[in-house]
């Protein structure tokens, strides 16, 4: 995709992710997942600090924003041409 061809709320592919874009920069265009969360959960101390992963599925509370319940991601001119309309 071209970075004029992205608009605010419009879901695209990029790997084998979906993102919804959430704002669009000079040069970059910002996103959260659209399809699944990664839950990442650290117990215990340094040095036997555990780390656990888990996928979550979404629903429409999370699109809820800004603030996004989600990380936002940044793509960047390099990232934008590997995006993909759906």
Request: with cysteine.
């Amino acid at each position: 995709m071209k970075h004029n061809e992205f608009s605010i709320g419009q879901d695209f592919q990029c790997g084998e992710r979906l993102w919804r874009c959430t704002d669009i920069g000079t040069r970059v265009i910002v996103a959260i997942p659209a399809d699944y969360a990664e839950i990442t959960t650290a117990s215990g101390e340094p040095p036997n600090l555990q780390l656990s992963s888990q996928t979550q599925h979404l629903n429409e509370n999370d699109f809820n924003g800004p603030p996004y319940a989600l990380a936002e991601i940044v793509f960047d001119e390099d990232d934008i041409i590997a995006c993909g309309r759906i």
